[in-house]
């Protein structure tokens, strides 16, 4: 098994996308994205850190956070927000798909991918990128025509610290090239 190496910056940015298993469409009804911001605001409680950006899609989610200085270990957060959403999740829902033996051997879901993407935020510059890419995300899955009609994202909170017009995103073309990494 390839060993996988992550920039871990005590205070960095970083742009994490979490996809789901097999692509389950868990986050299209409300109650799931309930349980889902309900685990990230338990987690934060226990290890701070600042939600920059994000955008919750039907089968993925992409996150920008800013961790505290004295902490590197958003593996840890991600997992333990990944654990518990799988905890209240199956409490209210049925997990239907099989586990295959190697899930079972290491006591994971069917919830979540095994591993998630992250990419550390170099400058102004790349977290803006970044944002512009997350908030655009649901025109570019075909989910939305238009950026301000998916609610389930920090769009509107840039709209109202002025960051982008309401209308941001109509004329807008993400440059494929420098997103090659993920969804």
């Known amino acids: ?3 996988y190496r992550r920039v871990k910056l005590k205070g960095a940015t970083y ?3 979490l996809v789901t298993y097999e692509r389950q469409r868990i986050f299209s009804s409300p109650e799931s994205i309930s349980i889902l911001t309900d685990s ?3 987690i934060k409680t226990y290890h701070p850190f ?26 840890k957060h991600i997992s333990q927000i990944k654990r518990r959403f799988t905890n209240e999740y199956s409490k209210r829902f049925e997990l239907s798909i099989m586990k295959s033996e190697s899930r079972k051997e290491r006591k994971e879901s069917t919830l979540w ?13 790349d977290l803006n990128r970044h944002i512009d890419y997350i908030h655009y995300n ?9 950026v301000k ?3 389930h994202s920090s769009f509107y909170e840039f709209v109202d610290m002025g960051c982008y017009d309401s209308d941001w995103g109509e004329n807008y073309q993400i440059d494929q090239e420098k997103f090659q990494f993920g969804e």
């Open 1 to 3: 098994m390839p060993e």
């Open 15 to 17: 742009f994490f996308t």
């Open 40 to 42: 990230i605001n338990r």
């Open 50 to 75: 600042i939600i920059r950006a994000y955008c919750i899609l039907p089968d993925h989610i992409h996150f920008i956070w800013s961790l505290p200085k004295n902490d590197n270990d958003y593996s």
């Open 113 to 125: 991918q095994r591993r998630f993407w992250e990419h550390w935020i170099r400058n102004e510059n």
């Open 138 to 146: 649901p025109v570019k899955h075909g989910l939305v025509n238009r």
């Open 149 to 151: 009609d998916w609610k």
